[in-house]
């Protein structure tokens, strides 16, 4: 019987954003205590995580002098090395400070853009310098409360030109970095541009180097749209887009709640442990919560452990799911008649399709019996099979 006890070869990684959550919120201020970078990668590496993941101003304050930030990066580089964590991904802040209001790619104001791009190019650099494979871009202000404020086809257009710069210079330093495209649909602008990981599939492929480019789905975001993220997924990787992944839970429709991954929709956080698994997914299992604003130091530990061991618990349920004779023998019926190439066209299956003998009634009368099978899907879930 696995103790579920989080292993580095589990590629579990957080944000250092996300354990330095202080419950900060909209009518309240921090509940709790500053949690440096280096004390994170300590604790994080002792609850059995594989790396983490951070902003440029995560680490480096937004005004430090080079001075300063070469003795963070070094003082962090040591921690990382001491506690062998490594840094698979990195992303930039664009959306917090004042400067980024109306935006940061998608800003009306040509020097916003262009030092949009300089700060992504530096925070890539960071990232480089420590071995991050994966670029994160979240464009938490790239939207609009007033929409006559700006032409969205537009703002697309610079949107794509500051992402296109950005794989340029990826390309120009020779670095070994992929972009992945983070969706939201809104919060903290009114409407944020490309919603949905499905908007940003379709985005990509207008890039001047979509090959570099992919996405990082996040569980919270999709259902803010009322999406399933398990499908969102699938679609990312359909298209060979899965470059990240941001494992969380939320209550549907409300605001973005960053909940501890699988605390709210277990059967959704079932099948979306299942399709990375069965998908072999081989990138991180990234996670983007933060515990209620209600813990202390304690609870922020609870939080981090709790979302590695619910993974890893998912993860058996899905070996027993996969195991089950009964659940399995109904997947066989329901695929039976699956068949394959039923649709490739050809001189002879138009022949076929044109005198198909098909009795449309007695086909639609037919049961699929898939009450059953999710009320076993369910029963694995609560622990009886
Ligand atoms: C911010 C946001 C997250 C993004 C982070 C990466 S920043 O915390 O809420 O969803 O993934 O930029
Ligand atoms: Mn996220
Ligand atoms: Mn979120």
């Known amino acids: 019987m696995s103790t579920y006890q989080p292993k580095p070869k ?100 040509r020097q916003v853009r262009q030092y949009a791009v300089n700060k992504a190019m530096t925070a890539i650099d960071l990232g480089a310098e420590l071995g991050a494979e994966v670029f994160v871009l979240w464009g938490g202000r790239e939207g609009t409360e007033v929409d006559a404020s700006k032409d969205p086809r537009q703002a697309l257009q610079h949107y794509a030109e500051g992402v296109n710069y950005l794989c340029e210079y990826v390309r120009n330093q020779g670095y070994d970095i992929k972009v992945a495209l983070e969706a939201k649909p809104n919060e903290p602008r009114g409407d944020l541009y490309l919603p949905t990981t499905g908007a940003m599939l379709a985005f990509i492929e207008t890039l001047a180097h979509p090959e570099m ?11 803010m749209s009322g999406l399933n993220m398990y499908h969102q997924v699938a679609q990312a990787l359909y298209a060979g887009k899965l470059f990240h992944i941001d494992l969380n839970d939320q209550k549907f429709s409300r605001f973005d709640q960053d909940l501890r991954f699988g605390s709210e929709n277990l059967k959704a956080a079932f099948f979306l442990v299942k399709l990375l698994e069965d998908a072999h997914y081989t990138g991180m299992r990234h996670f983007d919560a933060h515990a209620y604003r209600t813990e202390d130091g304690a609870g922020v530990q609870a939080f981090a452990r709790g979302c590695m061991r619910t993974y890893l618990i998912l993860q058996d349920k899905v070996r027993r799911f996969n195991a089950d004779a009964e659940i399995q023998g109904l997947l066989r019926t329901i695929h039976a008649e699956q068949g394959e190439g039923t649709l490739e066209f050809s001189h002879d299956s138009l022949k076929t399709l044109r005198n198909l003998a098909f009795d449309r009634v007695a086909e639609g009368a037919r049961g699929h019996g898939y009450e059953q099978l999710d009320q076993l899907t369910v029963e694995v879930l609560m622990g009886v099979r």
Not at 34 to 58: C, K, M, Q, W
Not at 77 to 89: E, F, I
Not at 213 to 223: D, K, L, R, S, T
Request: charged fraction near 25%; avoid cysteine.
């Open 10 to 109: 589990d590629h579990f990684t957080f944000g250092l954003w996300t354990l330095q959550n202080r419950g900060r919120d909209p009518f309240g201020v921090e509940v709790r205590d500053v949690f440096p970078p280096v004390e994170i990668v300590r604790t994080l590496s002792e609850l059995g995580a594989y790396g983490v993941n951070f902003h440029d101003n995560d680490l480096v304050p937004i005004e430090a002098s080079l001075q300063e930030r070469d003795r963070i990066v070094a003082e962090f580089k040591q921690a990382l090395a001491d506690y062998k964590m490594k840094v698979p991904m990195v992303t930039v802040n664009l959306f917090t400070d004042p400067v980024f209001r109306d935006g940061a790619f998608t800003s009306n104001r």
């Open 213 to 223: 480019v992919g996405v990082n789905p996040e569980v919270a975001h999709e259902q």
